[in-house]
C-alpha cells in the first residue's frame, strides 16, 4: 500500500436493526498520527469510517459518542471519539428519517487487544459487529 506506513486499511461487515443500518466502510489501524495527536503509550488507534442509516418510519436517533464503542472479546469497552485522523469525522446530532451521515470515529487500543467488536446502542438491543483487526496488526 502506497502512503503513510502507519496506516492499513480494510473493509468490513453491515448490522441492521429495526430503526437503522449501521454500515462499516472501512477501518484504518493508526500507528502514528501526521498531525502530531497523542497516543497513549503502548496504545494505538483504530480508525473506523461508518455510515448510519435511519429508517423512515421510526423517531431520529441521536448519533453521539457515547453511543459507540469497540469492545474486546472479553467485554471491555473502548470509547469512541468523534476526530480524526482521519477526516471528516462522524457528526453528531439528530439523523432524520431516511437520512444517511458518514464519517470518522477514532478509538485509543492497548496493544495486544486485536480481536474487536463495533458496538453501539443507538438502537436496542444493543449492536456488536466483529471488526476484521488481524491484518491490522501486522
Known amino acids: ?3 503513510d506506513p502507519g496506516l492499513v486499511k480494510h473493509l468490513t461487515a453491515v448490522s441492521q436493526p429495526d430503526s437503522i443500518q449501521v454500515r462499516i466502510v472501512e477501518v ?3 500507528l ?4 502530531g495527536q497523542q497516543i497513549a503509550q503502548n496504545h494505538y488507534l483504530q480508525a473506523v ?3 448510519i442509516t435511519a429508517r423512515a418510519d421510526v423517531p431520529r436517533p441521536l448519533i453521539q459518542p457515547q453511543c459507540f464503542a469497540l469492545q474486546s472479546e472479553d467485554g471491555k469497552k473502548f470509547a469512541a471519539r468523534f476526530m480524526g485522523p482521519p477526516e471528516p469525522a462522524l457528526r453528531a446530532g439528530y439523523l432524520p428519517p431516511d437520512e444517511m451521515r458518514e464519517g470518522w470515529m477514532t478509538f485509543e487500543i492497548p496493544l495486544g487487544v486485536n480481536r474487536l467488536f463495533f458496538w453501539t446502542n443507538v438502537k436496542f438491543p444493543e449492536l456488536l459487529i466483529p471488526l476484521d483487526v488481524t491484518a491490522s496488526s501486522r
Request: hydrophobic share 30%; glycine share 8%; no cysteine.
Open 1 to 3: 500500500m502506497s502512503g
Open 28 to 30: 484504518q489501524h493508526i
Open 32 to 35: 502514528a498520527t501526521p498531525s
Open 49 to 51: 469510517k461508518v455510515q
